[in-house]
């Protein structure tokens, strides 16, 4: 399954509440969604979780996926590092919430 395959989903670190957490696949990335955020009522994060099952299931790209994680993570607050320079991530589009 492609949520499993690190191939599929660019790595970067979260940073929340004075730890790192690693982010390796579409599953590590709705797993820090839903157990490691403070706020889970912003707009960015409702997509986020959105495009992560999405991608999951097969409905959206890891990289939609990635894209929505980092605008969730800026809108809390929190730190990201990413481990792949923007300029070499693909265009991903943006999607509201439905």
Not at 63 to 90: C, D, F, H, K, Y
Request: with cysteine; hydrophobic share 45%.
């Amino acid at each position: 399954m492609e949520c499993y395959r690190s191939q599929s989903f660019l790595p970067l670190i979260l940073v929340v509440r004075q730890r790192t957490i690693r982010i390796r696949t579409l599953l590590d990335a709705a797993n820090a969604l839903l157990t490691h955020w403070d706020e889970d009522d912003g707009e960015e994060y409702v997509i986020a979780v959105k495009e992560c099952l999405d991608a999951i299931r097969g409905q959206s790209t890891a990289e939609n996926a990635r894209a929505a994680l980092i605008r969730a993570v800026t809108e809390a607050g929190m730190g990201v590092i990413t481990l792949v320079s923007p300029a070499q991530t693909p265009t991903v589009r943006a999607r509201t919430a439905a």
